[in-house]
C-alpha cells in the first residue's frame, strides 16, 4: 500500500489520508481516503480510480480549510468532509473534526495484506520487491485567509463530484450499516 497522509503525533492524533490499495493485475485500483480526529477515525471512502496510476503521475490534492476538507484527484472533486462539529457535538461526543493540532505530510509504502487488498485476500508477492512509490512536484501551502467563497464546490465541482460518487465509490461508512448496527455515525445522518 501506498500511504500519503496529513498527521499529527499522539494517542488522539489528527489525520487526513490518502492510501493506495494493491491489486491483482488487470484489477481497478483502489483509493481509500480517511480522516481521523481526536484519535477517532474509521471515516472511510474507497473509489476506484478511473486511471491506471502507476502509467503517469496524477495531482492528489488535500484543501483543508477551518469548514470543510476536500479530496481532489486531478482537479476533480471525490471526496467532501465537512465540519459539523458544532452542529454535532451536543448529540455526538465522537464525532471531532481535525482543526486544532498541527500536521505533518508523510508518505510510506507499508504491507496492509492482512485488510487492504481485496479484504486480505491477495498478499504481498514479496519476489517482486523492491517496491517503489514515486512523488514529484510536491507543493504544500498554507494560509490564514478566509477561505469561506473558496472552499465551496461551484456547480461544475459538484456534477464532478456526483459523478465520481455516482460511478466510482465502492465504499462509504455512511452507508454501512453492518459496520454500525446501532445507527450510523451522526454526521452521515
Sequence with gaps: ???LQLSSQGP???EIDYEFLGNLSGD????????FAQGLGNREQQFYLW??????FHTYSV???????????DGIPVRVFKNRETELGKVDSDYHYPKSQAMRVYSSLWNADDWATRGGLVKTD???APFVASFSNFNAATSSSNFAGEEALDSN???KLQWVRK???????CADTKRFPQGLPAECK
Excluded: R
Aim: aromatic share 18%.
Design 126 to 128: 514479496w519476489t517482486k
Design 167 to 173: 460511478n466510482y465509490m465502492i465504499y462509504d461508512y
Design 28 to 35: 481497478p485500483y483502489i483509493m481509500h481516503t480517511n480522516v
Design 63 to 73: 484543501l483543508w480549510t477551518p469548514n470543510q476538507i476536500t479530496f481532489s484527484v
Design 51 to 56: 486511471f491506471d496510476p502507476t502509467l503517469d
Design 157 to 159: 465541482e459538484e456534477q
Design 1 to 3: 500500500m501506498v500511504l
Design 12 to 14: 488522539k492524533h489528527d
